[in-house]
């Protein structure tokens, strides 16, 4: 086999312009196929870090007489679908709050932060490699400055210090406490998020009169065997309760069609993207079938073109099963050149 594969290295050199044409094609097609596959994968097929993501949903508010389909969900609209809606094991809302981080020695730099309710580790199904996540008393008013850093925040701006938690850090200039610091590869909800703080309410946000501020999103995990239709009768009894119950309310809400829907985490994230990934997927697929046709055309006519030869190996005694061996092995060489 050694000797069939450097006779055809010696055969392929002597033919430089044949053999770069083939290479190249395949080199080409295959590249673009294996980065294509590469962002589907990460977008489509396996995309988040999170136990079990396909049991998490986006519950979200929606007003669809007025074209608005995925609006933010209040604080008071979240605690009632925490409390009432049976097919989530378990909830959390959070928003977007960056900060200025001050590293020691040096200067103030701006990171993207979110702030979040203490169950959103759990509704990840999460916890930190280095100290602890947040608790119910870290999010009450007067004890919510602590912090939890994302792997890369602690390695890039703490140079990975093991003593960081328990530590001091200022975010806007205020003290805050490192609690934890989350493993390699978590992010929630973007990985450019490098500070979590806890998400507190005060007792003027949990009133009626919160409904309608609607800057935070909620994510849900499902119970094993609940599915959308359930919830989402949950999400409407809700509703006709809030409605029986705030009459001010009542008539907007109807001229709006205004409720709660659930959407799959994923779906709602790529549903702008999904069909183009896959379409280029597909394109990227076709052409890589239209560049192997190319290269078994020009193998074939090379075969052709040394019909002389092989009848001359044939007539010294080579058998039919060596010579297409020794064909094999030159498609195999170009393919693995290709591929490489």
């Keep these: 086999m050694l000797t069939d594969v450097r006779f055809v290295l010696r055969q392929l050199a002597k033919s430089p312009g044949f053999t770069a044409i083939a290479i190249l094609t395949?080199?080409?097609?295959?590249?673009?196929?294996?980065?294509?596959?590469?962002?589907?994968?990460?977008?489509?097929?396996?995309?988040?870090?999170?136990?079990?993501?396909?049991?998490?949903?986006?519950?979200?508010?929606?007003?669809?007489?007025?074209?608005?389909e995925n609006a933010g969900v209040s604080?008071?609209?979240?605690?009632?679908?925490?409390?009432?809606?049976?097919?989530?094991?378990?909830?959390?809302?959070?928003?977007?709050?960056?900060?200025?981080?001050?590293?020691?020695?040096?200067?103030?730099?701006?990171?993207?932060?979110?702030?979040?309710?203490?169950?959103?580790?759990?509704?990840?199904?999460?916890?930190?490699?280095?100290?602890?996540?947040?608790?119910?008393?870290?999010?009450?008013?007067?004890?919510?400055?602590?912090?939890?850093?994302?792997?890369?925040?602690?390695?890039?701006?703490?140079?990975?210090?093991?003593?960081?938690?328990?530590?001091?850090?200022?975010?806007?200039?205020?003290?805050?406490?490192?609690?934890?610091?989350?493993?390699?590869?978590?992010?929630?909800?973007?990985?450019?998020v490098q500070v979590w703080v806890p998400f507190t309410f005060t007792p003027a946000q949990r009133s009626d009169q919160e409904r309608g501020v609607e800057f935070s999103r909620m994510i849900a995990r499902l119970k094993p065997g609940a599915t959308a239709a359930s919830v989402q009768r949950d999400l409407d009894l809700i509703q006709a309760r809030n409605a029986e119950r705030l009459p001010a309310q009542r008539d907007f809400w109807r001229s709006a069609g205004f409720g709660g829907r659930v959407a799959g985490f994923l779906q709602l994230n790529v549903r702008s993207i999904g069909a183009m990934l896959w379409l280029i997927q597909a394109g990227v697929t076709i052409a890589l079938l239209i560049g192997c046709a190319n290269v078994a055309s020009l193998l074939l006519a090379r075969a052709m073109a040394r019909e002389q030869e092989l009848a001359l190996r044939s007539a010294l005694g080579a058998d039919r099963g060596k010579l297409i061996r020794l064909l094999l092995t030159e498609s195999v060489v170009l393919f693995v050149a290709g591929g490489t």
Excluded at 45 to 65: A, D, F, G, H, I
Excluded at 122 to 147: I, K, M
Aim: aromatic share 12%; with cysteine; proline share 9%.
């Design 26 to 68: 395949l080199a080409l097609c295959i590249g673009a196929n294996s980065a294509i596959f590469s962002a589907v994968r990460a977008i489509l097929l396996k995309p988040y870090p999170w136990p079990e993501s396909e049991r998490l949903v986006y519950c979200y508010n929606t007003y669809p007489r007025m074209g608005l």
């Design 75 to 192: 604080i008071p609209d979240y605690l009632d679908r925490r409390a009432g809606v049976a097919g989530f094991a378990d909830s959390a809302l959070y928003h977007p709050s960056d900060f200025n981080l001050a590293s020691p020695g040096a200067m103030p730099d701006r990171v993207v932060g979110f702030a979040v309710t203490p169950s959103l580790f759990s509704t990840l199904e999460s916890t930190a490699t280095h100290g602890r996540v947040f608790t119910d008393a870290d999010a009450q008013p007067g004890q919510d400055h602590v912090v939890v850093l994302s792997y890369a925040a602690w390695q890039q701006r703490f140079g990975g210090d093991p003593g960081i938690v328990g530590r001091n850090i200022r975010l806007d200039a205020e003290p805050y406490t490192v609690i934890g610091v989350m493993p390699r590869g978590f992010y929630f909800p973007t990985p450019r």
